[in-house]
T-cell receptor, first 114, second 114 residues
Framework: AQSVTQLGSHVSVSEGALVLLRCNYSSSVPPYLFWYVQYPNQGLQLLLKYTTGATLVKGINGFEAEFKKSETSFHLTKPSAHMSDAAEYFC????????????FGKGITLSVRP | DAGVIQSPRHEVTEMGQEVTLRCKPISGHNSLFWYRQTMMRGLELLIYFNNNVPIDDSGMPEDRFSAKMPNASFSTLKIQPSEPRDSAVYFCAILRGALYNEQFFGPGTRLTVL
């Protein structure tokens, strides 16, 4: 079984500041890890994913995340926040193998102050 | 293009009425997921299909909910009778990517039950 923990429900940063959204997972088998973003009144859009290989993965809009097996973490970062980054962000885990469903975290809302 | 069309985009109905939500992957996909999103519960997986067969329906709230996938290009989620607590945004998602390990979400249907 898999689970995802996203601590806190809201993060606020100033424009230009570092964005750090935390995600810790639990999985009994090697996981696939994902970050999704949801803008208001829209569906979820994939930001980036880790499956195998390089543990630092880069996604769209300047975001990146690092898979740290020893810490069971997959934190999302962006060096410089932009106003357009304001959205809700979901971390998700899926076991490798066919027919494996995604388990989502509760999501975290990112606000960006001018 | 592995897009997903959901219809209707918005639905307002009265308690007790039957509601049918539709999902149409633009190119046929054998794996399809239905999610529900509310403020209180976040994102919940209701059911998912593989090869048009329901694999896991443990997230379906109760017998009032039913889902079908008659072919790789179409799925429905039906609520009968609907209740105000069913008000939510319902998303359909498909698998895509080189290893089919990425879920791609449709825009969602916002359901309001009065």
């Amino acid at each position: 079984a898999q689970s995802v923990t996203q601590l806190g429900s809201h993060v606020s940063v100033s424009e230009g500041a570092l964005v750090l959204l935390r995600c810790n997972y639990s999985s009994s088998v090697p996981p696939y890890l994902f970050w999704y973003v949801q803008y208001p009144n829209q569906g979820l859009q994939l930001l980036l994913k880790y499956t195998t290989g390089a543990t630092l993965v880069k996604g769209i809009n300047g975001f990146e995340a690092e898979f740290k097996k020893s810490e069971t973490s997959f934190h999302l970062t962006k060096p410089s926040a932009h106003m357009s980054d304001a959205a809700e962000y979901f971390c998700a885990v899926r076991a490798t193998g066919a027919n494996s469903k995604l388990t989502f975290g509760k999501g975290i809302t990112l606000s960006v102050r001018p | 293009d592995a897009g997903v069309i959901q219809s209707p985009r918005h639905e307002v109905t009265e308690m007790g009425q039957e509601v049918t939500l539709r999902c149409k992957p633009i190119s046929g996909h054998n794996s399809l997921f239905w999610y529900r999103q509310t403020m209180m519960r976040g994102l919940e997986l209701l059911i998912y299909f593989n090869n048009n067969v329901p694999i896991d329906d443990s997230g379906m709230p109760e017998d009032r909910f039913s889902a079908k996938m008659p072919n790789a290009s179409f799925s429905t989620l039906k609520i009968q009778p609907s209740e105000p607590r069913d008000s939510a945004v319902y998303f359909c998602a498909i698998l895509r990517g080189a290893l089919y390990n990425e879920q791609f979400f449709g825009p969602g249907t916002r359901l309001t039950v009065l």
